[in-house]
């Protein structure tokens, strides 16, 4: 019975032990499965045997932990091995896990002190990150100690707080692995062997590290060089990545056909001179980001050779998921080359923002600048905001100095500029120039002490551009062999979009002027509106010309209006009660509206009247009325007409500044009492009427006549009393005396006489006398020669004039 009750028990213990291996990887799926659930491990196939060795050999085992597959084939395992001949590991994003943010905790490793060594003859990394798998071989020779080998070469050992060991890694690794689009990698060449340690919360990497990028963009080559020691760490719970990149030496050179990258123009060959070609970048001891906080404590880029560049970056911070938004940095570069003496510029980033200043020292000009100048400084300051993908807001300032400038043909000593351009929120902008000049020459001209300030506002929002201008400008003299110009004073307004409108409201030596103009590429149209006003201001430009000539009192206005472009104009004057003085000549009361125009450089007045009230010159000339008029630049003169010795006169043609000329001079009813009475102390007594024709003869500044003529107009008298030359001849030649004494009182019938008028004033006349003497009842016929300097006689009446003196008096009492 016990027999079989025995055979019956181990009849069901061999059928059970049968059914378990039968069915062993349901039963093992069954109770292994949801332990590692817990652990969040997914087992999703296996399959195992055990050997005629006793050793377990399993096809294939399939593993699931947070989306990472892993796929083990080939494996035999007993006590002290296991052997698996394949792996696959599939790498894929992370799923959200609620305890995203629990914080990471050092390494406390639960290491068996006897377990079997791995060996993984093969392991296969996929990721859609990388371009192709990644595979690799580990062996642990010893306990927690591995070997990798294949297209990683790195060993690390295990222990209970820390893992650690060292890699090397090569471009040709990453080109192989990592999935881009870049073709800058491939220009990337490196070297790196790395020592690393990581306790569960750190990871910390130090080694050598070398690299080349060797890049060519159309003919420029670059080529930059690091080689050093890189030391990294990385801490999972304050996601702080730090390196230290002071020990790096890094080494930037450039070929010298990068210089042809520069656009043509005529400035390209000065750049192309101070730009230096090989380069040295210092890194700070410490870079680190975290989270996506990016901060660089310095970073200092410095030229190698004679063109000393020394570019500073210091105290940078940045969020590198928008690296604009909250940029906090300071930067500062100084720049001295063969040609530029020293360039500092200093500045403040914060976001959007920057703020700053810089100056600038150059001996001369470059090459290409068309001018030469001694001494230039440039300085200033800003300070602007939202200058990245907008308009800029803010202001900057900039002063500019120079000793001396020559350029166009001008030549300016001690020039001072002050630029200050503002922006605000809403684009309104406001340009402010103030300038100040010594003194300027251009050809034969000079001019000093010159002030200016212009003053521009417009909104550069939508919209067509507008532009309001205002200036105002100061210059104490301009002069020139010519003409000398003092005290100039222009106020300008202006409004500038497709083409300029402005005005100018200008003083000229005190003479006030307007000027409209609108300046566009088609045309220049301008008026210029002279106010009525009083005409002693222009004597200071008279004088210069004429400097024994002086206005005295009246009122001159005009307008003129034409085309710059065209070179023409039009203009109307009106000269009103106008009266001056010229040595000892004095004309009163000059009144003249006249209108012309200006083309194609010829000046053309239409015949125009003048009135003159009187001409004061030893002899007074009254009511003189004449025509003037300018044709093609020459001034002329004609049918002038006046009232002189009770009688008229006229002229009828003169020509202003033709060398030979002819100008005839007609005269009559001339009252011969007031031609003789010019020397009231002659004694001699002459009633009558007088008529005459004199041609006065200009010939290369000599005035002269020749074959004059003056006649009586019906009878007259001659009375001859206390005459002392007449009573000297009387005594002198006593035969004379009884033909002399018939001119003592002598009724004329008939007086003629020739005129000839010498260029040095002498005046020679050949008089015939004809009348009768009541006294004796005798006809008497009587030629006569007479010669006198009538300069003299006319300067000797007008130094007697009595009203030309008084006005001579007043005059010099305004002091011009």
């Given amino acids: 019975m016990f027999k079989r009750i025995g055979l019956i028990v181990g009849v069901l213990l061999l059928s059970t032990l049968l059914l378990s291996y039968v069915f062993r990887l349901p039963l093992l799926q069954w109770a292994i499965a949801p332990e590692l659930e817990k652990a969040g491990v997914t087992l999703n196939c296996l399959d195992f045997s055990i050997t005629s060795e006793l050793n377990i050999h399993a096809d294939k085992v399939c593993v699931n932990y947070q989306n990472q597959q892993l796929q083990l084939t080939g494996i035999t395992a007993n006590t002290k091995r296991v052997d698996i001949e394949n792996a696959v590991l599939t790498v894929n994003p992370l799923p959200k896990s609620d305890n995203a943010n629990q914080l990471a905790k050092n390494l406390d490793l639960a290491l068996p002190l006897n377990r079997p060594l791995i060996n993984i003859k093969q392991l296969v990394v996929k990721s859609d990150e990388l371009n192709k798998p990644l ?187 928008s690296p604009f938004k909250d940029l906090q940095s300071t930067l500062s570069a100084q720049i001295n080359t063969p040609n530029i003496n020293n360039i500092n510029v200093n500045a403040q980033l914060s976001g959007a923002a920057i703020k700053g200043d810089y100056a600038v020292m150059l001996e001369n000009l470059p090459e290409f600048v068309p001018a030469t100048a001694d001494g230039l400084s440039l300085s200033g300051h800003f300070n602007i905001s939202e200058f990245i993908d907008s308009k800029p807001i803010g202001l900057i300032n900039a002063k500019l100095t120079l000793n001396s400038v020559d350029a166009f043909n001008i030549s300016a000593v001690q020039y001072q500029g002050d630029l200050i351009a503002k922006m605000d929120k809403q684009l309104n902008a406001e340009v402010a120039l103030t300038q100040q000049l010594k003194s300027a020459e251009y050809k034969e001209f000079k001019v000093t002490d010159i002030s200016n300030t212009l003053t521009a506002n417009a909104n550069l929002g939508v919209g067509e551009l507008f532009a309001d201008l205002t200036a105002k400008t100061n210059i104490k003299a301009v002069n020139s062999p010519d003409i000398k110009l003092n005290n100039i004073k222009v106020e300008s307004t202006g409004l500038q979009s497709r083409a300029l409108k402005a005005t100018h409201h200008a003083f000229i030596n005190d003479v006030e002027l307007v000027v409209n103009h609108h300046v566009s590429s088609q045309a220049h149209p301008f008026e210029v509106i002279i106010p009525e006003q009083n005409v002693l201001p222009l004597n200071t430009v008279i004088n210069q010309f004429e400097p024994l000539a002086q206005l005295t009192e009246g ?50 007045v239409k015949p125009t009247t003048f009135n003159l009230n009187e001409f004061r010159a030893g002899a007074v000339v009254k009511k003189i009325k004449g025509l003037w008029q300018v044709s093609g630049n020459t001034a002329l003169i004609n049918d002038v007409k006046g009232s002189v010795f009770g009688g008229e006169f006229s002229l009828d043609t003169y020509t202003v500044g033709k060398p030979n000329q002819v100008a005839n001079v007609k005269f009559e009813n001339i009252d011969a009492s007031k031609l003789v009475t010019l020397d009231d102390k002659s004694g001699i007594v002459l009633t009558g009427r007088l008529a005459g024709s004199l041609p006065v003869h200009f010939d290369s500044g000599k005035i002269e006549i020749i074959d004059g003529s003056l006649f009586s107009q019906g009878t007259g008298n001659l009375k001859i009393t206390n005459n002392a030359a007449f009573d000297s001849v009387m005594q002198q030649q006593q035969e004379l005396q009884p033909v002399l004494g018939l001119l003592t009182n002598l009724d004329i019938q008939k007086l003629n006489s020739s005129v000839e008028l010498k260029n040095d004033g002498w005046l020679k006349l050949g008089v015939n006398l004809q009348g009768y003497n009541k006294a004796e009842q005798q006809q008497v016929n009587f030629n006569y020669n007479h010669e006198e300097n009538v300069f003299t006689l006319l300067r000797a009446l007008r130094l007697s004039d009595e009203i030309t003196q008084k006005v001579e008096q007043q005059y010099s009492q305004k002091g011009n």
């Fill in 135 to 321: 595979k690799i071989s580990i062996l642990e020779p010893d306990l927690n100690k591995f070997n990798v080998s294949g297209d990683i070469n790195a060993s690390a050992i295990l222990t209970a707080n820390k893992v650690r060991g060292q890699f090397e890694i090569n471009d040709t690794f990453l080109k192989h692995v990592i999935n881009t689009k870049n073709t800058l990698i491939a220009d990337f060449n490196f070297n790196t062997q790395q020592a690393f340690s990581f306790d569960g919360i750190e990871l910390e990497l130090n080694g050598d590290i070398s690299s080349q990028f060797a890049h060519t963009y159309e003919q420029c080559k670059v080529n930059v060089l690091t080689t050093g020691k890189l030391a990294t760490r990385f801490n999972l719970n304050s996601q702080a990545l730090m390196f230290n990149t002071d020990l790096l030496n890094n080494k930037i050179n450039l070929t010298p056909s990068c210089t042809e990258l520069i656009p043509p123009s005529e400035y390209a060959g000065f750049i192309s001179k101070q730009v230096p070609l090989n380069w040295q970048l210092k890194l700070p001891q410490s870079i680190r980001l975290e989270a996506s906080e990016l901060r660089v404590p310095a970073i200092n880029l410095v030229s190698v050779g004679d063109k000393q560049f020394d570019i500073l970056i210091t105290d940078t911070t940045l969020n590198i998921t």
């Fill in 555 to 604: 009122e001159f206005n005009g307008y003129i209006s034409g085309d710059v472009h065209l070179q023409n104009a039009s203009f109307n004057m009106d000269v009103s009660h106008a009266s001056a003085l010229y040595n000892d000549y004095l004309a009163n009361d000059l009144n003249s509206v006249f209108s012309g125009e200006y083309n194609s450089g010829k000046l053309n």
